[in-house]
């Protein structure tokens, strides 16, 4: 991969999209526009707009319900993402879905799976039918640390490696499933290991530092569309916010939080740029201009919008076709 | 043109021409190809349509139901087929979490054509975790069609009509059923999914039941015609959607009800047939409804104690005496 300051100012212009989306969505859950569940991706975007850097357009994205940064990078506009917060019909999942569950069919996303473990078996379909139908195209299913506890994870790792199905899994390491640390959980926490048993290629990376994560999620892809099966990438991160919104972190130290604060992905990224000689290339405070018109306008884009009249509740219970 | 053949065949006729006619149709799960299916339906598939088309999974329930509504997501018609519905309690994640609702969390953008196919129902001395007949529960779940052929006709048209549904399609074929023998004419009109069928006509007694029990069912009717008692004897053939309208049309023709189910009372499919009867024809009943229904045990594997705990020919004839004792 070669990060010239085109690709370098679109990697940062999505993290701090991610990054300033969701300080919005903090300011808007506080004054009780967003409710339900909301999970922050905030110090976590080097992942998402790493790996799906090597994508194309008609490449798939199963997530979790940390979705939104993965959605907006994806391609879902931050207008509908924003919408579907608000529970608007304007929204990606016309209001249905929320934080949880955004989709896009155009854009190949198919969310947004809240049952942790849930989007791998899927993922796995989607793969397979791929295959089946021979288009050459991958399937990335994001997950965190916490699914590689259960069964499902297994089943698929297996599955995927048994058909050599073109997936590409990304595991968000970020330490914690919810509230439990990895090394509760896991006899062995080293989960990249856990793939390379199947037979899976696999291998740890700085989740922190988005180019790293852009040049591993670029040779597996590649691999992948070479058809040699599955691939598997174990990004070590952090997420700096609670779980959820509410949550008063009795399980980890205030100064873990703050040793991890020091390789924020923003920052990383600036390091690399000023070795890289690259940073005087970046209009960093032009983007910050962009990105704030972008969320401004999906703002008042999902405050304009309309509600979802009661009468249609049951409408897409089963196809309209078949009702 | 009929011919009398068996369900098993029947079900397996219907997968075939399926796999012939739409190269988007496969079959996936547990022993389906090697091994020919656990109850013999896809027997001589894998050499005909490959293993591609015929795929056997590893023991991961979860894994190969979730993979199975991916694939039909993305532009697949696959039927899986789980061994018993004892077994797909490990897919249940996937049944309800992702099949049932992601037409709905999607906004309409994504539909889920899957069939999945599965083997219920008890009497075969199998013990306890391998005798439920739960197809109730999965009738409770907003998204999914529960459907459950009891005639061989039924076996066959069910697997077409699935398929070419665009939504997630439950079917429960009674193990014991596999066997039985029907007319089946390959070229009738199906019978809609959601309608049920009037069996045999009666104005005394409305028997509504599906499943296997049709064939206790119909026995019962012959030896209550001979005691008096005109019984009418409906196949729900679909729990989700159940046919309202001719479960109160023939309430409305006898004014009393039994039910007859396999699965346990409460909280059941029977319990649902029930409340809706109350709600839409509480006042054309002449007499509270009775049910016949398997009794509050895990099922035993003793074979005297598996029969007291299942509804049996003598037991529905008696409930319909007492139902029609009632003033």
Redesign the interface.
């Known amino acids: 991969m070669k990060l010239d300051s085109a690709l370098a100012k679109k990697f940062y212009h999505q993290m701090l999209l991610i990054r300033r989306f969701e300080e919005k969505c903090i300011e808007a859950y506080s004054s009780q526009k967003i409710c339900g569940f909301l999970h922050l991706y905030i110090g976590e975007e080097a992942v998402g707009v790493g790996v799906l850097s090597a994508l194309s357009n008609e490449d798939?994205v199963v997530a979790t319900y940390r979705e939104h940064g993965q959605a907006l990078v994806k391609g879902i506009s931050a207008k509908s993402v924003m919408a579907e917060l608000y529970g608007k019909s304007e929204?990606?999942?016309?209001?249905?879905?929320g934080s949880m569950?955004l989709?896009?069919?155009d854009k190949r996303f198919?969310?947004?799976?809240a049952?942790v473990g849930?989007g791998?078996?899927?993922?796995?379909?989607?793969?397979?039918?791929?295959k089946?139908?021979k288009r050459n195209r991958v399937t990335v299913c994001i997950f965190g640390d916490g699914a590689v506890a259960e069964?499902?994870f297994h089943?698929?790792l297996?599955?995927a490696a048994?058909w050599k199905l073109p997936v590409l899994f990304v595991c968000e390491n970020n330490l914690y499933g919810m509230g439990t640390a990895l090394k509760y959980a896991e006899s062995e926490t080293n989960i990249s290991k856990k793939a390379a048993a199947y037979k899976i290629s696999s291998r740890q990376l700085d989740g922190m530092d988005v180019i790293a994560v852009a040049q591993a999620a670029q040779e597996a892809i590649k691999s992948i569309k070479e058809r040699n099966g599955p691939q598997f990438l174990e990004a070590l991160t952090y997420r700096f916010r609670a779980h959820s919104m509410f949550d008063a972190e009795l399980y980890r130290d205030k100064s873990e939080v703050e040793e991890w604060k020091k390789k924020d992905p923003l920052i990383t990224f600036k390091n690399r740029l000023k070795e890289m000689d690259l940073y005087s290339s970046i209009p960093i405070e032009e983007i910050e201009r962009e990105v704030a018109k972008t969320i401004e306008d999906a703002v008042a884009f999902a405050e304009k919008g309309t509600l979802e009249p009661i009468e249609d509740l049951e409408?897409?219970?089963?196809?309209?076709?078949?009702t | 043109m009929s011919e009398n053949t068996t369900y098993r065949e029947a079900v397996k006729r219907a997968i075939h021409k399926a796999m012939k006619e739409d190269e988007r149709v496969?079959l996936m799960g547990e022993d389906v190809g090697r091994y020919g299916g656990s109850y013999a339906v896809s027997m001589g598939f894998l050499e005909e349509f490959g293993s591609?088309r015929i795929i056997d999974?590893?023991l991961?329930e979860?894994?190969?139901?979730?993979?199975?509504?991916?694939?039909?997501?993305?532009?697949?018609r696959?039927i899986v087929e789980i061994m018993t519905i004892n077994f797909s309690f490990l897919a249940l994640?996937?049944i309800i979490?992702?099949a049932s609702k992601?037409?709905?969390?999607?906004?309409?953008?994504?539909?889920v054509p899957i069939v999945i196919r599965m083997a219920t129902g008890g009497g075969n001395q199998l013990g306890a975790q391998h005798s439920h007949s739960l197809e109730g529960w999965y009738a409770h779940v907003?998204?999914l069609?529960v459907l459950t052929p009891a005639t061989v006709q039924d076996a066959y048209d069910m697997v077409g009509l699935a398929l070419d549904?665009?939504?997630p399609i439950l079917i429960f074929e009674n193990s014991n059923l596999y066997n039985t023998k029907g007319e089946l004419d390959t070229n009738a009109t199906p019978l809609p999914i959601g309608k049920a069928k009037i069996h045999r006509e009666g104005k005394d007694l409305t028997l509504l039941t599906y499943g296997v029990n049709l064939l206790k069912a119909l026995k019962a009717h012959e030896r209550l015609a001979k005691e008096g008692i005109d019984v009418e004897v409906i196949d729900l053939r679909s729990l989700r959607p159940l046919d309202d309208e001719a479960i109160m049309a023939s309430v409305k023709k006898t004014h009393r009800v039994m039910i007859v189910d396999e699965g346990w009372k409460s909280g059941s499919i029977s319990a649902e047939i029930m409340a809706r009867i109350n709600e839409q024809a509480f006042y054309e009943l002449d007499a509270p409804m009775v049910r016949v229904c398997s009794a509050e045990v895990p099922f035993p594997y003793a074979e005297h104690l598996e029969r007291a705990a299942m509804p049996q020919v003598d037991e529905i004839v008696a409930m319909a005496h007492k139902v029609m004792e009632e003033s």
């Open positions: 798939a929204g990606c999942s016309r209001g249905r879905g569950h989709y896009s069919a198919y969310g947004g799976n049952i849930g791998l078996p899927f993922a796995i379909g989607l793969a397979l039918a791929d089946m139908i069964g499902e089943e698929s297996n599955l048994l409408k897409f219970v089963y196809s309209v076709e078949a | 496969f591609e999974t590893p991961c979860s894994g190969f139901t979730g993979a199975g509504i991916g694939a039909a997501v993305n532009g697949m696959p994640d996937q979490n992702s992601l037409l709905y969390m999607s906004g309409g953008q994504f539909n907003p998204g069609k549904h665009p939504d």
